[in-house]
């Protein structure tokens, strides 16, 4: 795997795991959906509960296929598994790129302003340097805005191993 893929696995264990236990389980995902949603105040109901529904499928899909010894806990090593195998995970990582892209958009014209981008990255518990450095690779428009696809799109690919050189390279390390 590029040493790229590993980073990104390796800081979104990090972030997932909320509470610090080490390990990814159900109650980091209820902490991070929490979280995210109090960090999306002008959304509507119907976006706010998709997204808790995409991190508990996201949660319930990982343990299923990741939790090689069940113990209702994901160590990263088991976590890791899921880049050799990322065909299993798509369904997933689709519905919570595009809730969270949602919750991001929360007037439904397409775009994204940095503020809304900032709020929900910061949420997550990316760096502020980098998440302005994202929003810049994703090449906003001149009032500020990325689309609402960009997003998606750029969610995938920052899941998918055999990506390089991609935009969400950026969160991953200090800021320069
Ligand atoms: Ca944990
Ligand atoms: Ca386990």
Redesign the pocket.
Known sequence: MHEAAIGRVKLIFALF?????G???A??FELMATRVVAASPDSDDAAKAAMLAAFRRYWTTLAAGLDANRDGRISFEEYAACVLSPERFDGAVTDFAEALAALGDPDGDGLIERSAFVALMTAIGFERANIDTLFDAFEPSDADQITVSVWVAGIKDYYSPEKVGIPGDHLVGGPA
Do not use: I, K, P
Request: aromatic share 10%; proline share 0%.
């Open positions: 795991d909320v509470d610090g236990t390990y990814l389980e109650e980091d």
